[in-house]
């Protein structure tokens, strides 16, 4: 099992930027991608980008593409989740979560899921 724990989010203005950070514990061995989502209340959690941590690949979801950047220490088992050009759509609690099999834009391909950090992005 992997433990996972968020933290970074705020209150930010339109246009802004915030990083949001994941640190990975238990059996970081295991760990073959990860990925950040992020859920508004009524709605499904929603893909926002993975990374294959051996090899840095990434993806995004449309929405977010040009505006953020998923990285990750490998050493360190911590994600980050950069996000510039931040709009009130943006708005949502931001989970990150280890990819375990399956389409990387799913939830139900993951396995952990770390508490979730608030984002909220005013205009």
């Known amino acids: 099992q992997v433990q996972l724990v968020e933290s970074g989010g705020g209150l930010v203005q339109a246009g802004g930027s915030l990083r949001l950070s994941c640190t990975a514990s238990?059996?970081?061995?295991?760990?073959?991608?990860m990925a950040w989502f992020r859920q508004t209340p009524g709605k499904e959690r929603e893909f926002v980008a993975a990374?294959?941590?051996?090899?840095?690949?990434?993806l995004y979801a449309d929405s977010v593409k040009g505006r953020f950047t998923i990285s990750r220490d490998n050493a360190h088992h911590a994600l980050w989740l950069f996000m510039t050009s931040l709009q009130p759509e943006d708005t949502a609690v931001y989970y990150c979560?280890?990819?375990?099999?399956?389409?990387?834009?799913?939830?139900?391909?993951?396995?952990?899921w770390g508490q979730g950090t608030q984002v909220t992005v005013s205009s």
């Open positions: 979560a280890d990819h375990v099999v399956g389409s990387f834009y799913y939830p139900q391909s993951y396995g952990s």
């Open positions: 990374v294959n941590w051996i090899t840095g690949t990434d």
């Open positions: 238990g059996r970081t061995g295991s760990v073959y991608a």
